[in-house]
């Protein structure tokens, strides 16, 4: 099997050598992900500096220009403002809601799933009776009622978002959680005195981290779609905030007349779901314990 | 089979109930509650408000409240409409069956193709068209529903002229042809990413059920492929499917919201989107309670459809 | 003397997975006849339920697996046949029972279809004729009511009644080979019991031929006219039940005899249970030479770890040994130790 590093050669990159991690980097659409995703993500923060033109800037003689006319690669808006600098300012707030709504859902989920599939008994059955019942409810439908009633900026949005989104991680976290609590060293730990919080925080979550990095990812994707959905029906990123979902808003009545308005946002949340769905699909294979070599 | 129905049946009524708690508490969120829709009328002092109120009975203990509610919701008073003042459950009514067709025509798509391709990616595993079907299915799960939409209409409405933009029949001519080339467009976008979902999962049930011995002694029996595939193979895969079918119902109900505002579909998408712009809070509250319970209901007719399909379940 | 029902010649079979390829079975030959029973058997490892479903074709496909050699019957080559010639085969000229009676059965139909089925697309009768056809059947294997248990689900029977429905499957075209792959394994021993005389009475009935694998020799002498004994892939003794029970001569035989405890010992102290010491190799790790010699308490070296011994005739008659001494005089004596 594979030899014990000797200590002198371990490097804090160590890591990167590990199997999993080459697995990870063998799944070939998982790193076309990986690599689209770090793309895009440096061309929505560091791209603004390197376009001549600022998204605010109305250009009024190239109002509608189609991508690759003129000095705007993407086009132009109806406001003669330059299509690709609003991509990437709207790339920023759509990348950013969505990994805090991730980050958000993730946490509740994870709290919820470990509690319930530690204690198991009532509290699980009461736990997950809720989390179905929220599942009940359609993501678009919730959000765009709490959204319709409370105050839509960034924050209530991404709040927003992550109410409906932490049911999915909390399932799969009671799940593998339910599995650990029945194993020897809970129960070990148990007749030393352990105290509840501890085995759950320092025994049983570090067991768990692969499916909730897994679930993480998947929600991440899923809450930059979810954010693209209410902000095209106008109640999620208000303009003039530019968001990937909100410069999709207008562009239905300009279908006809200036279609790329509709293809390049879209493309763009394609792009960033796909990947971010390959990155996880690659992630469940390198961390699915039992396919290590 | 009776202990397993009364089981799901008190399982469904619990979970109703909890549906109903978050749904009361979304209600209490809206600003200003039930009352704003006063408040914004001219000339309203706080003691008119006040009185309101009380005649509402909005000063009365929560859980007074709820009750109250509850009691309304089962009893069918779900409020009326701010816009036209009709019942909420009549409007819904009127609007519902344009969503059932559109989200009943989709889901008979998804299930065929889905099914279809998943079945063939899992005896042909490995292959191009397997792995083609999955990438396929990532990506197809990655798109917003409402871009394809949009693109679809780009394509077969605008440049090519073959389908309508939207709507679900053409005001003068309501013939079943009509409808039915209305109603192509919105149904294929909607099933895309069911599509999608649908063919993953059978493919993975598919090649669960491969491995099974029982397949190994149909074939030792010395029965055709294809009566090995149908009646063993997939007979077999389609059942945990079925309870798929009953988790992906809000999904499908959201997607269908969204298909019907790009293609102006006269469903209860439509009105939801409508009368958030109006500040329909009653109708917003009804439809919101309405896909709850739709999907509770349908969740228990799935369960009890897999009971019927698995007699392990109806007899264990 | 009439031909044999099945005639095996040079049975190879390989698998290849990761781009590797091993040889599991080396070249296996067998005859089994009209009527008798042959048992092969051997530990988990050893070949033979990969032998006996390649002889019914149900080995993954080349290039997953590749087999060769002959397997006849009735004059025609079954490796040779396309896969929906040899669909006409499975079922009316050879039919197999398998190990585990719950998996067997498609938990979602009933018992009755699925006995059924065997029939329907193979023969063209009236669904009143099959109806009949089923319940003598059951009635054959000994199932009771059985008009009501044709209706049943599988889930709702105990281990032996499946059995004995699995069974009735395989004997409803009237087979001339069944192959039976440690069919009681996994039942009780009283029901094992039942199943085995069960076997024996079809079997004196119809004149069926029947090979029987299984690790278990206490079975072996129940139902067995013939034995093959399998290591590592190929025949290593083979015999009459007589020959092979008695006077083993090859020392792996001779080790899994002495690891069955003996009914008359119970009680008295005769020492501990022989063992064969070490583990069956691995199919891609075999020794050279004898593949047993590793473990054998008689190796000698220069003499069984060089050349692979042949399978050749002892005392003349049907009884063969893959073992380079076993016509050694000394050798027949019971050695001082076995393990």
Redesign the interface.
Known sequence: MTAIPDPATRTRFAIFRGPRVRKFMRHR?AMIGLLTIIFLTLACFLGPYLLPYDELYIDLRARFSPPLTGSHILGTDPLGRDIAARLFSAGQISLTVGFTAMVLSTLIGTVIGVVAGYFGGWSRIGLM??V???????????M???A???KPSPTMITLIIAVTSWMEVARIVEAEVRGQSSRDFTAAARMVGAPHWWIMGREILPNVIGPIIVAATLTV?RAI?LE??IS??G?GIQPPLPSWGNM?NN??QY??SA?WL??VP?VA??LA??SF??IG?GLRDALDARSVQ | MIRFLTHRTL?GI??IL??SM?GFT?IN???GGPLSQYAMTPGMSQQDLDRIAHQMGLDRPIPVQYLDWLVNMVSGDWGKSYRDQSPVLDVVWRHMGATLLLMGTSTAIAVALGTLIGVLGALKRYSVFDYMAT?GA??A????T??FG??A??FFS?ELGWLPAGNMYTVGDQSFSDYAIHLIMPSIVLALVNVAIWSRYMRASTLDVMD???V??????????W?IVS??IV??AL?PMITLAG?QL??I??GA??TE??FTWPGLGRL??DS?GY?DYPV??G??MF???L??IG?FLADVGVAL????IR?? | MTDPVLSVRDLRIRFRSGGRETQVVHGVDFDIRGGETLALVGESGSGKSVTSFAL?R?LPEAPRCTIEGSVSMGGVNLLELS??R???????RI??I?Q?PL???????RVGDQIA??IR??RKMSKADIRARVIELLTLVGIPDPARRMHA?P??MSGGMRQRV?IA??LALEPDLLIADEPTTALDVTVQAQILELLRQIQRATNMAMLFITHDFGVVAEIAERVMVMYAGRIVEQGSLADVLSHPRMPYTRGLLASVPRFEDAGLKTGPLGTIEGFVPSPDNLPAGCSFHPRCPHARPGICDGALPELAAHGGGAHFVRCARADEPAFGAEPAEVS
């Open positions: 659409l009776r809720i179905d019942a929220f599942l009940s409810f359609p993501s678009i439908f919730l765009l009622t709490l319709a009633f409370l994707a779609l693209a959905y095209f029906l109640y999709l562009a239905q279908l006809d279609p509709a293809i879209g949340i394609t779901v796909t769905n390959f699909d | 399982q619990v979970l909890i549906v978050i979304v969120l809206a600003p990438v990532m990506i799960l990655s798109i917003p409402f871009w949009l693109v209409i780009f605008l099974q011995d029982y190994r002694t149909a074939r030792a029996k010395g029965l055709p492929r009566r009646a063993h007979r077999n059942i988790l809000p999904t109900i959201g919201l969204v505002t790009v939801f989107i958030l500040n917003i509250m439809l919101l896909s709850a319970i999907t509770v969740n399909a698995d007699p392990r007899l264990g | 019914m149900l896969e929906r040899m669909a006409q085969v499975r079922g009316p039919a197999m398998f585990e998996t067997s059965l498609n938990p979602v139909h089925e065997a697309f193979h689900y889930g709702e699995v499957m395989a």
